[in-house]
Each structure stands twice: as C-alpha cells, then as structure tokens.
C-alpha cells in the first residue's frame, strides 16, 4: 500500500476496507504525473492501465470504475459490473469489487453502515450535490443505500458511517451567485457555507455543503474533511491532482470494499 494514500480514520468495521490515492507513485508522466487513473483525460493508456492494474493488486479486489457524468445516478455493482457505466455513486454488498469514484477538486464520499453489511462511493462536485429540486447524488446514495437488498435487508440513515475525502477547499472553489443561489433556494441554511470573495464571486464550503446534505439526511456520523486547508486539493500540489488548478490534470480514486 502507498504510504502516500489517504486511509480514512474512522469506526468502520473490520471488513470494510477504504482508501483514497493521491498523485504520487505512478506510471504517467507531464501533467499526469504519476499516478493517473482517469482514462478520459488525456494521458497515454499503456500507464493509465498500469496504475489501474497497481491500485487492484494494492486493494486486492477489482476497482469498478465508473463513467462520470455530474449527474446523481448510484449504480449497484456484482462481480459482473463492468467498468465504464454511467453513474456518479456506486454500492454493493458483494466481496471482490470495489465501489470506486474518481476525483480531481470534487468531493469523494465514501459510506457503509455500522454492522459493515454495504458500502458505497459518491461523485460529489456541486453540480452532482445540487441535483435537482434538492434532490442530488447524496440523497440518491443514500436512498439506494437503505432500500432493502434481495436478501430483505435495509437500513435507516442513523446507521450510516460516511468519509468525506480531499476536495477543492472554501478558500479555493469561486464560484457565481447562481451555485449559491441552488443551494440557499433548497435550504437557506447553506448560505453560510459560501462568503464573498475578493473577485465579486463566492467561495463556496463543498465539504461544508456534503455534509449539510448528509445531517438532513439523517446521516450523523461524518469523518474526514473538515474544511480545512489540510484537505484542500488546490493548495497541495505535490500530493493531489486538480483541474481547477492546473487545467490539464489526472485524476484520484477513492474506493471503498468489503473482505
């Protein structure tokens, strides 16, 4: 295991395993220096698959990669998932894969349940957190997440254990007044999450944002990403890829499996 990933400290079970990489230790080079795993972004594919291939042997189960699209869908993968659906969250309660989201600014969330019986993996960028009408990627995630499996088994929202991973921090994401306006339209309360910035614009809390969305959701145990500049991707560019810094970038992965 790369010493360089972010492990999530956090009371998961013993058989849920999560991780979320960072740009070091890879096969690319240039901007994507070095460990790439986005295919769609440019980089030569003989070292995309290379460090596809070092984060399986790493994790010791098969990565599902997804075909992120900003939108809010939560794909529910077995052994069969391909890679390369069109999703922004994925769950299983199946052993050998690894629900799998891809990142460079935007918020990875990570979320299994406290007996360690399901685990998933959110696309959180605003967009895909906004949704439509309030209803977004966290609140599909976490709706898949409780709905009762074949076996007959479902859980509340209480029972959820989430990880927000490294993302764009407040003092990094401007964005205009109609993000803002999203947000504050479906619960003014989010409007202490954005402050004027020095441009005209907004600096909007992504992080802050997520886990707004998972307290009304009922989701109560939240760890990781606190907002602070520790977590910024922007702002650390020796250990994290983004766009929003550099244009051309590669991309992390955050993933998250049973054992």
């Known amino acids: 295991m790369n010493l360089d990933w972010l492990q999530p400290q956090w009371p998961a079970p013993a058989r849920v395993k999560a991780l979320c990489t960072s740009r070091r230790g890879g096969a690319s080079c240039g901007s994507y220096d070095s460990f790439n795993l986005g295919d769609h972004v440019g980089d030569a594919a003989v070292a995309v698959a290379a460090n596809r291939t070092a984060l399986a042997h790493a994790l010791g189960v098969r990565p599902v990669f997804l075909s992120q699209v900003h939108g809010t869908h939560a794909l529910a993968l077995d052994a069969a998932s391909p890679d390369g659906q069109a999703a922004d969250a994925a769950l299983s309660d199946q052993t050998g894969i690894a629900c799998t989201i891809m990142v460079a600014d935007c918020l990875p969330v990570l979320l299994t349940d406290t007996q360690g019986r399901k685990v998933a993996a959110a696309h959180a960028g605003w967009r895909g957190l906004a949704g439509r009408d309030g209803d977004g990627v966290l609140e599909q995630t976490v709706k898949a997440f409780c709905a009762p499996s074949h076996a007959g088994i479902g859980f509340i929202a209480t029972e959820i254990i ?82 929003r810094r550099d244009g051309i970038s590669g991309r992390m992965a955050a993933c998250i499996w049973l054992v």
């Open 162 to 243: 989430a990880w927000l991973g490294p993302c764009i921090g407040p003092q990094a994401f401007e964005v205009g007044d109609e993000v803002r306006q999203v947000f504050v339209a479906h619960d003014p309360a989010a409007a202490a999450l954005f402050t004027v910035a020095a441009t005209g614009k907004w600096r909007a809390d992504l992080a802050g944002l997520a886990r707004q969305r998972l307290a009304a959701l009922g989701v109560r145990q939240v760890f990781g990403n606190d907002s602070s500049p520790a977590w910024c991707t922007v702002s650390q560019p020796s250990r994290f890829f983004s766009h």
